[in-house]
Nanobody
Framework: QVQLVESGGGLVQAGGSLRLSCAASGGSFSGISWFRQAPGSDRKFVAAISRSGGIIIYADSVKGRFTISGDDSGNMAHLQMNSLQPEDTAVYYC???????????????????WGEGTLVTVSS
């Protein structure tokens, strides 16, 4: 059983930056993905990184603004978010999975473990 703890959410003005972190412990997994869910919307893929760091994927909506990274242990995943806009406001979740198909890295139903989420609010 993998436990995931997110940190780093908060309130920021449009154009600002935040860095989210996800700490994983307690089991094995292939990679970590970040998703976000705005009020009244489905949970959507943001970015993913394999545990080795060799595979990184971004949603089109965040390419060029967000950067996902890991650490040498493979148990941390960070999401550096720059040029934030009000439409980035959401609860951000990290999730861990045991998948090998990169398509599945982007699918909420393919995740095996979830964190509780951290709220990011971007004011205009």
């Amino acid at each position: 059983q993998v436990q995931l703890v997110e940190s780093g959410g908060g309130l920021v003005q449009a154009g600002g930056s935040l860095r989210l972190s996800c700490a994983a412990s307690g089991g094995s997994f292939s990679g970590i993905s970040w998703f976000r869910q705005a009020p009244g919307s489905d949970r959507k893929f943001v970015a993913a990184i394999s545990r080795s760091g060799g595979i990184i994927i971004y949603a089109d909506s965040v390419k060029g603004r967000f950067t996902i990274s890991g650490d040498d242990s493979g148990n941390m995943a960070h999401l550096q978010m720059n040029s934030l806009q009000p439409e980035d406001t959401a609860v951000y979740y990290c999730a861990a999975h045991r998948r090998t198909d990169t398509f599945e890295f982007q699918v909420p139903s393919s995740m095996d473990y979830w964190g509780e989420g951290t709220l990011v609010t971007v004011s205009s």
